[in-house]
């Protein structure tokens, strides 16, 4: 395992988040490193039960959500949005190590990334395109 890897990936193997927790499985996988120098990190695999457990979760928690006012909502998403800005450079990393994207390629998705949670501070929500 390569030991120059970001610090978003220190839990190992990389858990599922599943009702807002980290949850490991008993299948993992490893993530290969598409630059040829062997494993980057080991990942649970989701079985059926894992993914009908997220989406439970998920429908319990809408009702929160919806009921989470605007200015809640904006304060979340532009947590998010510090966050994304300050880390960029680790997810511009982790991404190129993980995909062989280019670095412009990259820094283009993160920054989409980044401006979908700007929009959405600036709305509350983010709708369907």
């Given at each position: 395992?390569?030991?120059?890897l ?45 993914a ?31 966050i ?46």
């Amino acid at each position: 395992m390569s030991n120059d890897l970001p610090s978003l990936v220190s839990l190992l193997p990389v858990p599922l988040f599943i009702d807002g927790k980290p949850t490991t499985t008993s299948t993992t996988f490893p993530v290969a490193d598409p630059h040829g120098r062997g494993v980057l990190h080991e990942v649970s695999g989701a079985q059926v039960p894992d993914a009908i457990k997220a989406v439970e979760a998920a429908q319990r928690a809408l009702p929160a959500w919806r009921a989470t006012s605007m200015m809640d909502r904006r304060a979340i998403f532009s947590k998010a949005v510090d966050i994304m800005r300050r880390r960029a450079d680790e997810l511009c990393k982790l991404e190129v190590r993980e995909t062989t994207s280019g670095t412009g390629w990259v820094g283009v998705d993160i920054g989409v990334g980044t401006e979908v949670c700007v929009l959405a501070n600036e709305t509350g929500s983010i709708e369907m395109m």
